[in-house]
């Protein structure tokens, strides 16, 4: 579970969850074997101003997506600034064994005139860059090889260390990372067992083209953990209740 002991409040689930971004909603969705799960969670929760979980039930495994404000803390005397980003942090806890699991970040097919989508990967870092004249996008979360790292923090089962190998030879593997034709990505994940969870992130960052093209603030914003990011989080909600006018 998700920040488990976060006090939240229970929403109406009336959207898809998604980041609103410059090229549209970066929208997300998940299958369980051959089953796509409702775009609408069963459940969705708002933990403070801006952060929501979105949660949904399913025989074999519950899933949960938590969206945030993001900062990257990025050294200002290096980075030119950011105009926002955002984060999400998906896991999937298996009840049953899972062959197939599926977790997708998608832009609209269709982007803006003039807008141009490239892969952007590199570093253990799966990402797509988005851009137009004005502005710059990038969406990162892991690649094969930083999933695999991930099972030393226990984000991952820890029997996926193991598969470290796959990741650079990918004519035998039946999971990794999917880009498409740009516009998104898509995860296809090893087979789980009952009881094993899987935390990935997901991040947004955008700036005006011109100071991304100097200082690529834009990529280096995009590759945090989900560790990181649920720190961050927690830090931020402690901090609000410990304030004197909290509540």
């Known amino acids: 579970m ?8 229970r929403l109406r689930s009336a959207n898809q969850p998604a980041i609103d ?14 089953t796509s799960l409702s775009l609408l969670p069963d459940e969705l929760f708002e933990l403070s101003r801006g952060r929501t979980v979105a949660r949904w039930v399913h025989p074999a495994a519950h899933v949960e997506l938590l969206l945030t ?36 970040a998608e832009l609209p097919a269709r982007l803006s005139e003039g807008a141009d989508a490239a892969w952007d990967g590199g570093q253990a870092l799966a990402a797509i860059t988005v851009e137009d004249d004005n502005i710059r996008l990038t ?4 690649d094969e090889e930083a999933i695999c790292y991930a099972a030393a923090e226990d984000e991952v089962p ?13 004519s035998f593997s039946t999971w990794g990372v999917d880009f498409g034709d740009h516009h ?9 067992d009952a009881g094993d969870h899987c935390e990935l992130p997901v991040v947004a ?17 995009v590759m945090p953990s989900p560790t990181v990011l649920l720190r961050q989080v927690a830090a931020e909600l ?9 509540g």
Request: hydrophobic share 40%.
């Open 21 to 34: 971004t410059p090229f549209g909603p970066l929208a997300f969705s998940t299958t369980i074997g051959n």
């Open 238 to 246: 402690a901090k609000r209740a410990d304030a004197p006018d909290a």
């Open 69 to 104: 404000p993001y900062d990257p803390e990025l050294d200002p005397e290096h980075w030119e600034p950011l105009t926002d980003c955002r984060a999400a942090v998906w896991r999937i806890d298996a009840l049953t064994p899972i062959e197939r699991v599926r977790f997708s």
């Open 158 to 170: 820890r029997r996926w260390a193991a598969l470290s190998g796959e990741a650079y030879d990918r």
């Open 139 to 142: 969406v990162g979360g892991n």
């Open 2 to 9: 998700l920040l488990p002991t976060v006090p939240r409040t």
């Open 184 to 192: 998104g990505m898509s995860w296809t994940l090893p087979p789980l």
């Open 205 to 221: 960052a955008w700036a005006p083209a011109e100071a991304a093209e100097k200082c690529a603030n834009t990529w280096y914003a």
